[in-house]
Every structure is written in C-alpha cells, then in structure tokens.
C-alpha cells in the first residue's frame, strides 16, 4: 500500500545535520571522534542534552549543564561555541524542502517529528519551516522526545493516519526503529539527502526531488 502521509525528521534532514558539526568540531579540537554523541547517548534520558530537548532546561542552564557532563568525561570544550556553530550550519536543505512541496502538491499529508530545543535561533528556523507541512511537532513544545514511542503516536494522531500509512525520514537508526515497531515504513537519511528522496519517491511513485 502506498503511503499517504510522510514524516520528516528536521535535523539531518530538512536541515543540515547536528552528528557532522560534532565531528567536525571532534576534529578542531583534536578530540575522539564520536565523543560527543557517546557522553550524549551515555547520559541517556536523564543527561543534559535530553532534557533540553524535552523543553526542561533553558539554553544557559543547558550549556551549565553539558559543560559539566563533558568535564567529567575529560573533555574541555565550551559547549556554547558547540552549540553556535549547530546553529549555523543547520539550515534548511533547499532540495529537500522542494520535495515536501511536491508532495503537498500531489495529495499526501506532511509532517515535521523534531528532537529540538528553545532558542531565538531555534525558533527562528521553527517558524519558516512550520508552512511548509501540515502538523509540526517539536519535543521542546511536547515534552517528549524521539526515540519514545509517544511521540511517534502522537504525530499520526495528528496527521489523522495509523502508523502503517506513513513513512518516516530520519538520520539517526535508533529513531527509525520505534517507527518501524508501530508499523511505519522508515527511511535512513545518509550524508547524501538526494539518495532518500529517490528511495521516498519510488513508495510515493512521485518523482523526486
């Protein structure tokens, strides 16, 4: 059965993606690479990046915070110069925002699924993105966050589909697996954008981008 709704992740997705600003910044700062994202996963739900994507840490208690979770790790950094930098190089990916507008166009529903946090920066790319799909849902807005399966059910919700009627876009695996539990066709975005949108436009049989 053809998919009659599509979700898309934002970061790493529509936008350029948060993991290549770690390994980036990893490099300059002559730290192991993946480090980051290792303090981020081993810090789980409880850990400061979690919480500021739930909505419960302000951005200055969030640096504070992340500051300190990296220190105990061995790491010197200044998680506020992370932090702008994700802020500059997360902008939206013009092919990609082109193929949620075909797919508007022919017919099936459109939704944005989140992991983000409050910030004006944040807020400010929320804003010109949110016309461009029919339901938006941020976790700093819901207080829940990928990869809890609420949140998967609460977009369907929203969108007025089950689960086996959508297809997910995500760049991070642990994320796709929840969709895949409730039924949903899930779609891994790599470093190349284009090679999902060819792979998302063979199921919606619609050419893209």
């Known amino acids: 059965m053809k998919p009659s709704a599509v979700i898309f992740d934002l970061g790493g ?7 290549h600003v770690f390994r980036q910044y990893e490099s300059d700062m002559g730290l ?3 480090i980051l994202s290792d303090i981020v996963r081993g810090h789980g739900a409880a850990g400061a990046w979690s919480r500021l ?13 992340f500051d300190a ?3 105990a790790a061995g790491l010197a950094i200044r998680t506020i110069e992370l932090m702008d930098r994700v802020d500059l190089h997360c902008q939206p990916r013009p092919m990609v925002v082109t193929a949620i507008r075909k797919i508007r166009a022919a017919g099936l529903r459109t939704a944005a699924l989140t992991n983000n946090w409050r910030s004006q920066d944040q807020g400010t790319k929320m804003a010109l993105l949110r016309p461009e799909f029919d339901v938006f849902v941020e976790s700093a807005r819901e207080g829940l966050r990928k990869p809890d399966p609420r949140i998967y059910q609460l977009v369907c919700s929203r969108l ?34 284009e090679l999902a949108l060819r792979e ?4 919606l049989q619609l050419p893209l981008p």
């Open 13 to 19: 997705v529509v936008l350029g993606s948060p993991i």
């Open 32 to 34: 192991q690479a993946g």
């Open 53 to 65: 994507e739930r909505g419960e840490l302000e951005m200055a208690a969030f640096f504070a915070a």
């Open 69 to 71: 979770e990296t220190a």
């Open 160 to 193: 007025g589909v089950t689960p086996s009627q959508a297809v997910f876009l995500d760049d991070i695996g642990s994320n796709l697996k929840p969709a895949r539990a409730l039924g949903m066709l899930t779609i891994k975005v790599g470093d190349d954008p």
């Open 200 to 203: 998302l436009g063979d199921l």
